[in-house]
């Protein structure tokens, strides 16, 4: 089965740029999304179509997908975007999600 | 405004049944891919099956043949019927619609599900 890898854990200090990626077998050929979920609450999709922002999502937010990573990458990173990220793509009619990574603020 | 209210939710004895239901309004459930995902206490997000507009379903393999998602188009209600239920099901379960390129764009608050003697 088709499986998405992300690192546990990041963490960033205010104000710099935190990376986290997210590795599959030729996930550059698939679509990627990103969720944000904070504690107690429900996912909240910030990237789709491996690039592309929701309305109301921060630019500071962006995304991309080559090869076999996706990345989302959060610029500026604010305290509020302390959360658990999780990817997410489609292979042969099975949803994938990653298993997570938590993003520290310090 | 789209909204998603799930419900159904509960302690349960393994190898019992249990539905899930999840309210929709702001859009159609059956013009719309529909999912059920679900999130074991202190673990990431797993999913567990989906509905086509066409009515084809897909489950996760951990759940096919224990689980079966539907909808109710005149009440414009998403379903998850599930059976035998393990401990391992223990999960809160969150309905999820698809939006633009494959992702979830609306989701539900989640339903608690304690499989439990």
């Known amino acids: 089965s088709y499986e998405l890898t992300q690192p546990p854990s990041v963490s960033v200090s205010p104000g710099q740029t935190a990376s986290i990626t997210c590795s599959g077998d030729k996930l550059g050929d698939k679509y990627v999304s990103w969720y944000q979920q904070k504690p107690g609450q429900s996912p909240v999709v910030v990237i789709y179509q491996d690039t592309k922002r929701p309305s109301g999502i921060p630019e500071r937010l962006s995304g991309s997908n080559s090869g076999n990573t996706a990345t989302l990458t959060i610029s500026g990173t604010q305290a509020m975007d302390e959360a658990d990220y999780y990817c997410?793509?489609?292979?042969?009619?099975?949803?994938?999600f990653g298993g997570g990574t938590k993003l520290t603020v310090l | 405004e789209v909204q998603l209210v799930e419900s159904g939710g509960g302690l349960i004895q393994p190898g019992g049944s249990l539905r899930l239901s999840c309210g929709a309004s702001?859009?159609?459930?059956?013009?719309?891919?529909m999912s059920w995902v679900r999130q074991a206490p202190g673990k990431g997000l797993e999913w567990v099956s989906i509905i086509y507009s066409g009515g084809r379903t897909l489950y996760a393999d951990s759940v096919k043949g224990r689980f079966t998602i539907s909808r109710d188009n005149s009440k414009n209600t998403l379903y998850l019927q599930m059976n035998s239920l393990r401990a391992e099901d223990t999960a809160v379960y969150y309905c999820?619609?698809?939006?633009?390129?494959?992702?979830?764009?609306?989701w539900g608050q989640g339903t608690m599900v304690t499989v439990s003697s």
């Open positions: 702001g859009f159609t459930v059956s013009s719309n891919y």
């Open positions: 997410q793509a489609w292979d042969s009619s099975n949803v994938v």
């Open positions: 999820a619609k698809r939006g633009g390129a494959d992702s979830y764009d609306f």
